[in-house]
């Protein structure tokens, strides 16, 4: 007689599901648009879009922002990402200091000059948590509405690895930049790249946007 076997796949079911939608990172031009309206706007809203749009920060990374996290004062300014009372990371490796470069500088500073409390953005944060879904909502609905329906605040830090990597900057500069984790046990030895090294590759993408030329 033959084996008896059951066929461990005999009962599995394949979904005909469309797989999920990828969000999509913003182009270039689009990014110069948004900083444009930013600058002209040149409110709270505005800023924390513009601080994303040159660091690829996590939201609730940029909105729980204290004042004592960034240093304007300095030969390259620069942000400080730390768990914070009312804001944790999402990671270990989420912890880092980040060039302020760009819209990113022209955002902190404004911030940072306008706020009456300790937190860059006293709008989303209070001491007991940084209210980044609330943010998520506000800055969605204006991107949807004057740069294009399917963009939201996460898609600039889509387009912040895709612009590093246009500019061919060493992918573990980028994880380290954007608070990736990354497998190679190497990476997590020493305190990492220096900002000056940071700040070199920022200025590239940065320039990226600046070469665009505003539509006829």
Request: a positive charge; glycine letters at 6%.
């Amino acid at each position: 007689d033959g084996l008896d076997i059951v066929n461990p796949f005999s009962r599995m079911i394949l979904s005909s599901a469309p797989p999920g939608r990828k969000r999509k990172p913003i182009p270039i031009g689009d990014i110069w648009q948004t900083q444009q309206l930013c600058f002209k706007k040149d409110d709270d809203i505005r800023w924390l879009i513009a601080l994303l749009s040159d660091t690829g920060m996590r939201l609730a990374e940029a909105a729980g922002l204290a004042k004592d996290n960034v240093f304007l004062d300095t030969e390259i300014p620069y942000v400080r990402l730390c768990e914070r009372p009312w804001r944790p990371l999402k990671t270990r490796s989420s912890e880092r200091d980040l060039p302020l470069v760009g819209a990113a500088l022209w955002a902190a500073q404004r911030a940072y000059e306008s706020s009456p409390n300790e937190y860059l953005f006293p709008r989303y944060c209070t001491i007991e948590k940084c209210k980044a879904d609330y943010a998520s909502s506000t800055l969605n609905k204006w991107l949807r509405q004057k740069i294009a329906p399917s963009y939201v605040a996460h898609s600039f830090r889509h387009s912040f690895r895709d612009r590093l990597r246009s500019v061919e900057c060493p992918s573990d500069i980028v994880d380290q930049m954007g608070g990736w984790s990354t497998s190679s046990i190497g990476q997590q030895y020493g305190h990492g790249y220096p900002l000056a090294v940071k700040h070199k590759w920022l200025l590239k993408i940065v320039r990226q946007v600046s070469a665009v030329q505003k539509p006829q």
